[in-house]
Nanobody, 123 residues
Framework: QVQLVESGGGLVQAGGSLRLSCAASGRTFNSYAMGWFRRAPGKAREFVAAITRNGLYTYYADSVKGRFTISRDNAKNMVYLQMSSLKPEDTAVYYC????????????????WGQGTQVTVSS
C-alpha cells in the first residue's frame, strides 16, 4: 500500500510560482507512475501531469504545458510539481496519485490518491 501526502499549496498572485510536493510511503514507490490532478470549484477533476516510474517520460495537459514541470526523486520517495506563470484559472485543489499502469492524460487506473492541497491564484 502507498500513502501520499501533498504539501506546498497556498495563495499566490498571478504570474507567480509554487512548487507542490508529494511524499509517498512504502518501499515500492519506484514501481508506480505518478500523476498530478486538480479539481476546481464546480468542475470535474482533470489531469495535470504524469511521470513514468523511472522519470524518463512526462506528460502534460495542454493547459499547463510549458508552465508546469513534474519530476520525481525515487531515492526520497517524492514527486514534485513546479508551477510557474500561474493564472487564476489554475486555482484548484491539487492531488497526487500513484498508478501501477500509467494511462497518460487519464485518471483511470490510479490506485492511490493523496488528500489534496489547495492552490489559489489571485488576479
Amino acid at each position: 500500500q502507498v500513502q501520499l501526502v501533498e504539501s506546498g499549496g497556498g495563495l499566490v498572485q498571478a504570474g507567480g510560482s509554487l512548487r507542490l510536493s508529494c511524499a509517498a510511503s512504502g518501499r515500492t514507490f519506484n514501481s508506480y507512475a505518478m500523476g498530478w490532478f486538480r479539481r476546481a470549484p464546480g468542475k470535474a477533476r482533470e489531469f495535470v501531469a504524469a511521470i513514468t516510474r523511472n522519470g524518463l517520460y512526462t506528460y502534460y495537459a495542454d493547459s499547463v504545458k510549458g508552465r508546469f514541470t513534474i519530476s520525481r526523486d525515487n531515492a526520497k520517495n517524492m514527486v514534485y510539481l513546479q508551477m510557474s506563470s500561474l493564472k487564476p484559472e489554475d486555482t484548484a485543489v491539487y492531488y497526487c496519485a500513484a498508478a501501477l499502469v500509467l494511462r497518460p492524460y487519464s485518471d483511470y487506473g490510479y490506485d492511490y490518491w493523496g488528500q489534496g492541497t489547495q492552490v489559489t491564484v489571485s488576479s
